[in-house]
């Protein structure tokens, strides 16, 4: 079975730009999470899709915005990138929401 | 607010050792408690799952365990190795629709 896919693997981007990043969860996986990993804050939750609806969203501001399609790829949004989004994107897909299976992750610069 | 502790911060060790790394939480509310590891610019990978119902797990060399009237959950690696070495990760879902917090990670190093 094919594990939990992102692309692209790495972004370099603008302040100002907007960044659509993409996740295919594994088959049979329903529910879709988001995290932003940095070396400061480590890594933080910002939201999860279960059958195309948001369930849980974490502290983020509205730049930050997400949807899930019904084949459970799901896109993440980052609008009027600022420096500080510079992080790595992971991606998890769960069958129930419990146990989470984490994908490669997108490296996204903004310079 | 959930929060969640990882001490220590880093580790390094002689292969061979048996090493215990700790996860400390703030609400006991947690239903679950997943831990994964991370090697350097790469996604997570699972290792173990405690759900609410339990309270350890094992798969070959890794023993976890979770204790929610302490807040506490630990990582027990046995007879580590080199390629042990990575950075460990715990998080803890609250509720039933998973807001997952992951903790700060202990890094660890196996030195051959």
């Known amino acids: 079975k094919a594990g939990v896919t992102q692309t692209p693997r790495y972004l370099i981007k603008t302040r100002g730009q907007q960044v659509t990043l993409s996740c295919s969860p594994i088959?049979?996986?329903?529910?879709v999470s988001w995290y932003q990993q940095t070396p400061g804050q480590g890594l933080q939750f910002l939201f999860e899709?279960?059958?195309?609806?948001?369930?849980n969203k974490g502290n983020f501001p509205g730049r930050f915005s997400g949807r899930q399609f019904s084949n459970s790829r799901s896109e993440m949004n980052v609008s009027t990138l600022e420096l500080g989004d510079s992080a790595l994107y992971l991606c998890?897909?769960?069958?129930?929401?419990?146990?989470?299976?984490f994908g490669p992750g997108t490296r996204l610069t903004v310079t | 607010k959930q929060e969640v502790t990882q001490i220590p911060a880093a580790l390094s060790v002689p292969e061979g050792e048996n090493l215990v790394l700790n996860c400390s939480f703030t609400?006991?509310?947690?239903?679950?408690l997943q831990w994964f590891r991370q090697d350097p610019g790469k996604g997570l990978t699972s290792l173990l799952l405690?759900?609410?119902?339990?309270r350890e797990q094992t798969s070959g060399r890794l023993n976890a365990s979770l204790d929610k009237s302490s807040g506490r959950s630990t990582l027990y690696i046995a007879a580590s190795q080199p390629g042990d070495s990575a950075t460990y990760l715990c998080?803890?879902?609250?509720?039933?629709?998973?807001?997952?917090?992951f903790g700060t990670g202990t890094k660890l190093q196996v030195i051959p």
């Open positions: 609400d006991s509310a947690i239903y679950n």
């Open positions: 405690i759900q609410s119902s339990q």
């Open positions: 998080a803890g879902g609250v509720g039933g629709y998973q807001k997952v917090t």
């Open positions: 998890a897909s769960s069958l129930s929401g419990v146990e989470q299976y």
């Open positions: 088959s049979g996986h329903r529910s």
């Open positions: 899709y279960f059958s195309e609806t948001q369930r």
